[in-house]
């Protein structure tokens, strides 16, 4: 089976800026998850998604952080407007049914803000 | 709060030699818990987890790890590295009820393996 897709693979923009990444979950999958990667750390959850519907944003900064799930299937997250620590990869998971550990991670989107 | 610690953040070893990297983690009630690999510009893949039953676990690529409660720890072992085995490694935990299954990771250790 396919797995998830996450583009761009990269991305570079300037403080203030804003900025989207895409994701596509494998096929089937109800659940959604979206984790920042700072370096020198492990993947800290921003958002889950069950089906269309948020389980848990609690990490997600709102001031300047979205994500939707339109359909319950492909996901964005934006940042508006972006910081330097936003420098990040951006890991897109997506799991069956959100009642198990079963989750398949993209390869994500590395975000460098200069 | 739930908590997991990797206290290496950065270990070598040589091709062939034996490998373990420590996990620990702090949590209300014993949680599930899992390795996981990544590769340069890769996702996270799952190297094993550990749910109930035998507190020794074997995973993919070689890899085993060991359940302690009284230690709360889960360390991952390897008999004998390969090269290929170089990557960052990931210990999380997880908690056995809740509506979300939220993945709570360490900092993470990078492996480097010399020929």
């Known amino acids: 089976e396919a797995g998830v897709a996450q583009s761009p693979r990269y991305k570079i923009i300037e403080k203030r800026q804003s900025v989207a990444f895409w994701c596509n979950p494998i096929?089937?999958?109800?659940?959604l998850y979206w984790y920042q990667q700072i370096l020198g750390q492990g993947p800290k959850l921003l958002i889950q998604f069950q089906n269309n519907g948020v389980v848990d944003d609690s990490q997600l900064p709102k001031d300047r952080f979205s994500a939707e799930r339109l359909k319950g299937v492909d996901s964005t997250l934006k940042i508006q407007p972006a910081k330097l620590e936003d420098s990040a990869v951006y890991l897109c998971?997506?799991?069956?049914?959100?009642?198990?550990?079963?989750?398949?991670f993209g390869s994500g989107t590395r975000l460098t803000v200069v | 709060a739930q908590s997991v610690t990797q206290p290496d953040i950065h270990i070598t070893v040589s091709e062939g030699a034996s490998l373990e990297l420590r996990c620990n983690y702090s949590?209300?009630?014993?949680?599930?818990l899992f390795w996981y690999v990544q590769s340069p510009g890769q996702g996270l893949q799952l190297l094993l987890k550990?749910?109930?039953?035998?507190?020794l676990v074997q995973g993919i690529k070689g890899f085993e790890a060991e359940f302690k409660r009284s230690q709360s720890s889960f360390n991952l072992r390897k008999p004998s590295v390969h090269w290929s085995d170089a990557a960052e490694y990931f210990c999380a935990v997880g908690p056995r009820r809740g509506s979300n299954y939220k993945l709570t990771f360490g900092k993470g250790t990078l492996l480097t393996v010399n020929p």
């Open positions: 998971a997506s799991n069956k049914d959100g009642t198990s550990y079963g989750y398949t």
């Open positions: 096929s089937g999958h109800a659940t």
């Open positions: 550990y749910f109930s039953g035998d507190t």
């Open positions: 949590y209300g009630a014993t949680p599930y």
